[in-house]
């Protein structure tokens, strides 16, 4: 199924916009853009030339993603949520030189109205609460929450938290799925 453009939408030339991507009101995505196949990029989104989206991504009203943001597949950018990139901009001096690149990897979910300083890397499948300012790297699986976020748990792939410590070894089981995750020296994984 070709994407789904809505008429307010501006889609610069040289775009690349996946199969069955559905582009709502008022978005608009730049020219160097590329965008994977059956994503969701709500009302008043903009996506910046140096930006690679994956598959399945949900990008939610009023988020802007700049220039050197890589989104994975499955990612969920909640609404009015904030990526950044360049970490002390001026407006009288040019950085544009200066972008740090974010990368957030497959699964995670950004909450509503939190912020992300650019140069991090989001882990598979970790939880940024509602509100919260990360500035710095994030591992797998983790629950972040707060200014500064600090991690204060860990979520399943499911969206479900883990009866884990946030250090040391312990198993865990996803209450709705059953999956079983192993924490080994401060590391969340899944058991295949």
């Known amino acids: 199924m070709p994407a789904k453009i809505h008429a307010t939408a501006i889609v610069d030339p040289g775009a690349a916009v996946g199969e069955g991507t559905r582009v709502w009101h008022w978005v608009h995505v730049s020219g160097g853009a590329v965008i994977g196949r059956d994503c969701s990029l709500g009302q008043n989104v903009y996506v910046g030339n140096k930006v690679r989206i994956g598959d399945n991504v949900k990008i939610q009203n009023n988020v802007s993603v700049y220039d050197n943001v890589t989104l994975e597949d499955d990612v969920f950018c909640g609404p009015s949520m904030v990526f950044?990139?360049?970490?002390?901009?001026?407006?009288?001096?040019?950085?544009?030189?200066?972008?740090?690149?974010?990368?957030?990897?497959?699964?995670?979910?950004?909450?509503?109205?939190?912020?992300?300083?650019?140069?991090?890397?989001?882990?598979?499948?970790?939880?940024?609460?509602?509100?919260?300012?990360?500035?710095?790297?994030?591992?797998?699986?983790?629950?972040?929450?707060?200014?500064?976020?600090?991690?204060?748990?860990?979520?399943?792939?499911?969206?479900?938290?883990?009866?884990?410590?946030l250090t040391g070894n312990a198993d865990a089981i996803c209450p709705r799925t059953s999956e079983r995750y192993v924490l080994r020296n401060g590391r969340c994984s899944l058991v295949d």
Request: contains cysteine; glycine residues 10%.
């Open 84 to 165: 950044t990139n360049v970490y002390n901009p001026r407006s009288a001096v040019s950085r544009k030189d200066e972008y740090r690149d974010t990368l957030v990897k497959s699964g995670a979910t950004l909450g509503a109205n939190c912020t992300i300083v650019c140069g991090v890397v989001i882990g598979r499948h970790a939880f940024i609460g509602a509100g919260s300012v990360v500035n710095r790297d994030v591992p797998d699986f983790a629950l972040m929450v707060g200014v500064p976020a600090r991690q204060i748990g860990w979520m399943s792939r499911y969206g479900e938290r883990l009866a884990l410590p």
